[in-house]
């Protein structure tokens, strides 16, 4: 099972930071694709970012690009997302995602694994 968990308080203002953590004890993610995906109210899933196999490249949707930050611990087994200057508009449900493909795939079509989405409100 994949597990996407929220360090610290979900609901912050505007500026404020956060981080997500993402772990599946089953899934050894230096050979894994790992995303964050996230959906709003009323809206479908939309691409966050990617931290691809080699985990070194990166690739951000143009929304979070220079505010959110992907990396990975490979002692951990851990992919974490660094959510900085947060504003109201990224209100949403965010998911991890895991693909065995060794691509930085933006499709939540293309993932095989899900975890259970964690809620991260912003107020302005």
């Known amino acids: 099972d994949v597990s996407c968990r929220r360090l610290g308080e979900g609901s912050v203002q505007a500026e404020g930071s956060l981080r997500l953590s993402c772990s599946a004890p089953g899934l050894t993610f230096s050979s894994k694709t790992v995303a964050w995906f996230r959906q709003a109210p009323g809206q479908g899933r939309t691409f966050v970012g990617v931290?691809?196999?080699?985990?070194?490249?990166?690739r951000y949707a143009d929304s979070v690009r220079g505010r959110f930050i992907i990396s990975r611990d490979d002692a951990k087994n851990t992919v974490s997302l660094q959510m900085n200057s947060l504003k109201p508009e990224d209100t949403a449900v965010y998911f991890c995602a895991v693909t065995h493909r060794n691509s930085a795939a933006t499709t939540a079509s293309l993932y095989d694994y899900w975890g259970q989405g964690t809620q991260v409100t912003v107020s302005s």
């Open positions: 931290m691809s196999m080699n985990g070194v490249t990166t």
